[in-house]
C-alpha cells in the first residue's frame, strides 16, 4: 500500500514562505501524477498544483501561479514551495497521487492515495 506523509506546514505572516514536502513510504509508476490539494474549513476541495513524474509538467490554478512551485526530489519526495503567503492561502494542505495527470488533475476524485494534510495558517 502507498501510504503518504505530508510536513512542513505552520503558521506565518502575509508575505511570508513555507515549503511543504510529501514524503511516500513506497512508490509505483503506475502513480505518476503526484498533487497539492487545499480544503478550508467550511470550502471545497480545490486542486493547487500537480506534476507528472514521468514527463516533468506541471499544472497549477490560476491563483497560485508565480507564487507556488511543486517540485520532485527523490524518487519517494514532492515539494510545494508557497511564496507570498496570504491570508486566503490558510488551509490543511493535502499531497495526493493519482495513475496519470491531464485536463482532470484538479478533481479530486481522480486520486488515489492521500496523505492526512498539513495546516498552514497564514495571518496578518
Known amino acids: 500500500q502507498v501510504q503518504l506523509v505530508e510536513s512542513g506546514g505552520g503558521s506565518v505572516q502575509t508575505g511570508g514562505s513555507l515549503r511543504l514536502s510529501c514524503s511516500l513510504s513506497?512508490?509505483?509508476?503506475?502513480?505518476?501524477?503526484m498533487a497539492w490539494f487545499r480544503q478550508a474549513p467550511g470550502k471545497e476541495r480545490e486542486g493547487v498544483a500537480a506534476?507528472?513524474?514521468?514527463?516533468?509538467?506541471t499544472y497549477y490554478a490560476d491563483s497560485m501561479k508565480g507564487r507556488f512551485t511543486i517540485s520532485q526530489g527523490t524518487a519517494k519526495t514532492v515539494y510545494l514551495q508557497m511564496n507570498s503567503l496570504k491570508p486566503e492561502d490558510t488551509a490543511m494542505y493535502y499531497c495526493?497521487?493519482?495513475?496519470?495527470?491531464?485536463?482532470?488533475?484538479?478533481?479530486?476524485?481522480?486520486?488515489?492515495?492521500w496523505g492526512q494534510g498539513t495546516q498552514v495558517t497564514v495571518s496578518s
Open positions: 495526493a497521487a493519482a495513475f496519470r495527470c491531464g485536463v482532470n488533475w484538479y478533481t479530486w476524485t481522480t486520486y488515489n492515495y
Open positions: 506534476i507528472s513524474v514521468r514527463s516533468g509538467s
Open positions: 513506497e512508490y509505483s509508476y503506475i502513480n505518476t501524477c
